[in-house]
């Protein structure tokens, strides 16, 4: 069984670009989630789908960051423009949310970003 | 924010040593998961255990929780060079459908 597969891998950008970076969960799981991990932290949680909707989005920086989940399967986050702050490897994660939920989550490798 | 804080931030043994880390929160919780790190990679589950459960054992790990106290430990029998990684407790409140929060981690050095 394929797991969550992300692209890019890395991603090395200029301040003030624009930047997209893609996640195609596990094929019917429901639940996808986006991470943001800092050097040396845990996984801080961007927005979290159910299908195609956006379920929790009260930490993604709406001034800059956007995302979607098309026909509740793939899913893209964008930053626009870019910050210095912004370096970070970005997560992508999914999950089968519902009365039989395990409640595990499955985390592709992510997308190391660095800002210059 | 991060609800879990894990102790120690970083920990280094050799093999064959136990090594436990620790792991406080701070609101109630649903389910409390643990999920391990290699450098570069993606988290991988490793146990999840539920707020009614006291102790949890999956092969050379053993968790438990307490939940008067907010905390976890994760305990890992004689470690290998292989479980080098970082190992991260989250927290699902249940109040939000598999939302977990996660700590910052502890970092696991396991010399050969």
């Known amino acids: 069984e394929a797991g969550v597969v992300q692209s890019p891998r890395y991603k090395i950008i200029e301040k003030k670009q624009p930047v997209a970076f893609w996640c195609n969960p596990i094929?019917?799981?429901?639940?996808l989630y986006w991470y943001r991990q800092n050097l040396g932290q845990g996984p801080e949680l961007l927005i979290r789908?159910?299908?195609?909707?956006?379920?929790?989005d009260s930490q993604l920086p709406k001034d800059r960051f956007s995302a979607e989940r098309l026909k509740g399967v793939d899913s893209t986050l964008k930053i626009q423009p870019a910050e210095l702050g912004d370096s970070a490897v970005y997560l992508c994660?999914?999950?089968?949310?519902?009365?039989?939920?395990?409640?595990?989550?499955?985390f592709g490798p992510g997308t190391r970003l660095t800002v210059t | 924010s991060q609800q879990g804080e894990e102790d120690p931030q970083a920990l280094s043994i050799q093999e064959g040593e136990n090594a436990t880390m620790n792991c406080s929160y701070k609101t109630s919780i649903n389910n409390l998961q643990w999920y391990r790190q290699n450098s570069g990679r993606g988290l991988v589950h490793l146990i999840l255990i539920r707020s009614n459960e006291r102790e949890k054992h999956s092969g050379r790990l053993r968790v438990t929780l307490d939940t008067s106290k907010k905390s976890s430990s994760l305990l890992i029998t004689a470690s290998r060079a292989a479980d080098t990684a970082s190992y991260f407790c989250?927290?699902?409140?249940?109040?939000?459908?598999?939302?977990?929060?996660f700590g910052g981690g502890t970092r696991l050095m396991v010399k050969p």
């Open positions: 989250a927290t699902d409140a249940g109040n939000a459908g598999n939302m977990l929060t």
């Open positions: 789908y159910e299908n195609e909707e956006a379920v929790d």
């Open positions: 994660a999914s999950s089968l949310f519902g009365a039989d939920s395990s409640y595990e989550q499955y």
């Open positions: 094929s019917g799981h429901n639940t």
